[in-house]
């Protein structure tokens, strides 16, 4: 088992990983911006080390800072949280290079599973139910034209590097291929260094169903069930549940055995999700793989009784998994609170937190790094905190959301705290009538 695990991350995940460290016997090392100085995960680790100014450029970016942290600590293993360097297969390889584990999946399996035409391709040869549409990248705009053509109107085209929405065009006649094709290669070129384009079939009135999976380094491979990431905005997921009130136990089933039969074909190591479209008839499409835990990993692991950051730490020290499945026992609810402003756009609101109340109670869980003084930095993500509720039925855990909502003060910012409660009022949500179009028609009132 490692000594010394360095997290390379910052705020609520680095947090959590640095907890079921603590429990695990296992010392750790925090990584901070200049930005972050007086943040949590600073405070609870056991040891802290300054990687650079507040840009993540040059700081939790920066691969050469974070090995020598590791390096100047002893640390034998790093764990990379989300985000950031999680999904980096250079920074992977690099681990490998100077003998630290990388508690994430190696630098061939992000590279197979994060470029998504590859990713497509190996899903089709793995046998996995994919979206009709290219096989690969698109040559040029004679063969998106026949692409086109062949899987029907209306298709998506989406940049092969693509990732929150970046790159994603919906085009419903040939007359708009053009002008489509165009900008998603310019989209994707700024906002990746990389314009290959592939083409899919357009699913209507989608579902985002991701399974969590577990592989070991034995080439076994296990699902947790699945999550209903379907609210979202600008493709950023709001909140999440599980189990979905959209699911089925036959399509549960078929699923879970598709994502399982996803990463024994890859020998896939570590935590991961297989993320899904699923159409209004129940029908199922590959979409891409995640090779990280996810911000949404807590409402798994309320509902199954696992400890997922344990197992990905366990699993890279090379302990074989039990191989079993693991389905919902009970029904959990993730709202993600942003510090924004949801009746102006969702703009952000970085600045001083002066009062911070956390709500409590039975089947309630919090995962943050903020406190009352806190100041939140204008240099990353949003996100600063998460709120679950678990219940034995999803009234019980929508009505204990609610609750907890309600109880829930955070002042000096402008944060998503009034959005998540009318959220959980409306008619749709609560007869989980939603879709990922959801968030097109919902109104702050």
Known sequence: ???????????????????????????????????????????????????????????????????SAAEITNADAIHPGYGFLSENAKFSNLCEE?????IGASGRMIDQMGDKANAKSTMIAAGVPCVPGSEGVIVDFEDCEKVALETGYPVMLKASAGGGGKGMRAVWKPEDLKDAWDSARHESKAAFGNDDMYMEKLIEEPRHIEIQIVGDSFGKACHLSERDCSVQRRHQKLTEETPSPFMTDELREKMGTAAVKAAEFIKYEGAGTVEFLVDKHRNFYFMEMNT??????????????????????????????????????????????????????????????????????????MDTHVYAGYMIPPNYDSMIAKLITTAQTREE??????????????????????FHRQLMDHPDYVAGNYTTKFMEDFEMK
């Open 1 to 67: 088992m490692f000594k010394k695990i360095l997290i390379a991350n910052r705020g609520e995940i680095a947090l959590r990983v640095i907890r079921t460290c603590r429990e695990m016997g296992i010392k750790t090392v925090a990584v901070y911006s200049t930005a972050d100085a007086e943040s949590l995960h600073v405070r609870f680790a056991d040891e802290a080390v300054c990687i650079g100014p507040p840009s993540s450029a040059e700081s939790y970016l920066k691969m050469s800072n974070i090995i």
């Open 98 to 102: 100077h003998n630290i584990k990388f």
């Open 292 to 365: 990280r835990i996810q911000v949404e990993h807590p409402i798994t692991e309320e509902v199954v009784n696992y400890d997922l950051i344990r197992e990905q730490i366990l699993v890279a020290a090379g302990v074989p998994i039990s191989g079993k499945n693991y389905y919902p026992q009970m029904h959990s609810i993730e709202c993600r609170i942003n510090a924004e402003d949801p009746y102006n756009n969702f703009r952000p609101a970085p600045g001083k937190i002066t009062t911070f109340h956390s709500p409590g109670g039975h089947g309630v869980r």
């Open 397 to 418: 855990a929508i009505n204990k959301m609610k609750r907890a909502l309600d109880e829930f003060v955070i002042e000096g910012v402008k944060t998503t705290i009034p």
